[in-house]
């Protein structure tokens, strides 16, 4: 097979005939991307992965070009991590696996895809993260950037567009890259002291504590994509060439955007505001002009600080009102966010399946004054439910929940219920029901809801209790609710 040949001098790098271990190929093409990029570039590439054959088949599939690639699934080997010579670590590996501390015994070079991608990248990367919104934030920072006539905008993320790296060689130093990025992947990046020129935060609320333990140590993790901001500034690494161009000096200032809104994002305000070389911007909901708001055509106001955020990125470019209109009313909704599913016998079906927080799906609720049936559970990342549970009851015709956080979410509507009969406050009489699967789930929706209601599928959860991603959860809804319609 004929190899890439990447421009790339005096680097780690440097994968012609090194062994390659990647360690988790992954669902969401990560692992893939990185495969791919070793192997055109010449490396011995082997896969390593605790799933199955079958889980992966997906991303397997997508490999199929390169024949030589080994899989070693099911299971990590010990001895792979000794004799690679370079790990490529997918992001939901602790930094403290068992078997990356191998490889360091054995002074292997470890380094994932986002950290290879930053290091290689020419081009000046826009970083959007937080719980909730940076998806709908990150798509809509492109589209504006792109309709604004940017020459060439690049948009990667969960978001189910291809990843990036093997793209490299066709972005230029004065092209912007626009990625979504996850608490897991500003952890890689903070071991190189790595981070974008323009950050923004959506927000900050208790996720993936199931990794973190704490709140505290999940916002640690997030504000290392400010900490490092201004290591970038002046950053030309010598006797290096990009793609055959020289890397551009990077003498731009940071750029660190919060949410007014956000009690995290204001405090982190007047905390870097001071910083000489950063320039920190400061949205909320509350700065979209009534004008702008009706070229939207998003639902609820967690889209409103979604466009806020993005608009703020936008006007750091040079965009103004006028075209900012004339753009917005292109852009659509995201799917598996807030999005429209179908419309049966007057119930409008919406999959939310990327609401894996209770705040986004608290959001999701708020974005309709209809009857709402909600759907929600699943995987448990022993985040708390209260506040979900009072808004349920506060605001659902029903609740029909399943996976592993049926019972913990039902437990906290109830308590809202007993704790308004007991004050004699007006409460709904919402109906909670508990279900074994999504496909019950649906069904049941169907007959309880009336013309006029909403369906939500707003898991307020991670899916990996019964699918494989959330993508895999909003498909099978919109599907099972097809059945319905036809």
């Known amino acids: ?34 495969a791919k990029f070793a192997a055109k570039a010449g490396a011995k590439v082997i896969i390593t992965d605790l799933t199955s054959r079958r889980q992966l088949s997906d991303s397997i599939s997508q490999l199929e070009e390169f024949p030589d690639i080994e899989f070693h699934l099911g299971s990590h080997d010990p001895v792979d991590f000794e004799q690679a010579d370079i790990i490529i670590a997918n992001p939901a590996v602790p930094g403290d696996n068992e078997f990356l501390e191998i490889a360091r015994s054995h002074k292997k070079f470890i380094t994932s895809q986002i950290n290879i991608f930053f290091q290689l990248c020419p081009a000046q990367i826009i970083g959007i993260t937080g719980a909730n919104g940076k998806s709908t934030t990150a798509a809509l920072t492109a589209h504006l950037l792109k309709s604004a006539g940017e020459e060439k905008v690049w948009l990667s993320g969960n978001i189910g567009n291809e990843p990036l790296l093997t793209r490299l060689d066709k972005i230029a130093p004065d092209d912007l890259v626009v990625l979504e990025l996850s608490s897991f992947q500003i952890e890689q990046l903070a071991q190189i002291q790595q981070a974008p020129t ?35 500034v002046g950053f030309s690494p010598p006797n290096k060439t990009w793609w055959g161009k020289p890397h551009p000096t990077e003498n731009r200032p940071a750029v660190s955007i919060f949410n007014a809104e956000d009690k995290i994002g204001a405090e982190w305000f007047d905390k870097y505001k001071k910083d000489a070389g950063r320039i920190c911007i400061i949205f909320s909901a509350g700065d979209i002009s009534e004008r702008i708001r009706k070229s939207f055509g998003l639902p609820g106001r967690a889209n409103l600080s979604n466009l806020a955020a993005a608009v703020a990125i936008a006007r750091h470019f040079g965009i103004d009102d006028d075209q900012l209109r004339t753009s917005l009313p292109q852009f659509k909704a995201l799917p598996h966010r807030l999005e429209l599913a179908a419309q049966v016998n007057g119930v409008s079906w919406y999959n939310d399946s990327k609401a894996t927080t209770p705040e986004s799906a608290i959001a999701a609720i708020e974005a309709f004054e209809q009857p709402t049936i909600i759907i929600a559970g699943g995987y448990d990342k022993k985040v708390a439910f209260d506040e979900l549970g009072q808004k349920i009851a506060e605001s659902a015709k029903a609740a029909i929940l399943f996976g592993q956080t049926a019972e913990r ?54 899916s990996y209790d019964m699918f494989e991603n959330f993508q895999q959860r909003g498909w099978q809804f919109v599907k099972l609710v097809q059945k319905i319609r036809d």
């Not at 994509?225 to 970038?232: D, M, V």
């Open 409 to 462: 979410i039902a437990d906290a509507i109830r308590k809202t219920q007993d704790t308004s009969l007991k004050a004699q406050d007006t409460i709904r009489n919402t109906r909670i029901e508990l279900v074994n699967s999504l496909a019950e789930a649906v069904q049941l929706a169907n007959q309880l809801s009336e013309s006029g209601d909403v369906v939500l599928l707003s898991p307020a959860c991670a």
């Open 198 to 232: 323009v950050a923004l935060l959506t927000n900050l609320t208790p996720n993936h504590l199931d990794r973190y333990g704490t709140f505290e140590d999940y916002c640690a993790a997030k504000e290392n994509i400010f900490k490092f901001q201004l290591r970038r």
């Open 1 to 34: 097979m004929r190899h890439t040949t990447y421009a790339i001098r005096n680097t780690q790098y440097d994968f012609a005939g090194k062994k390659v271990l990647i360690m988790g190929l992954g669902r969401f093409g990560g692992g893939v991307d990185a």
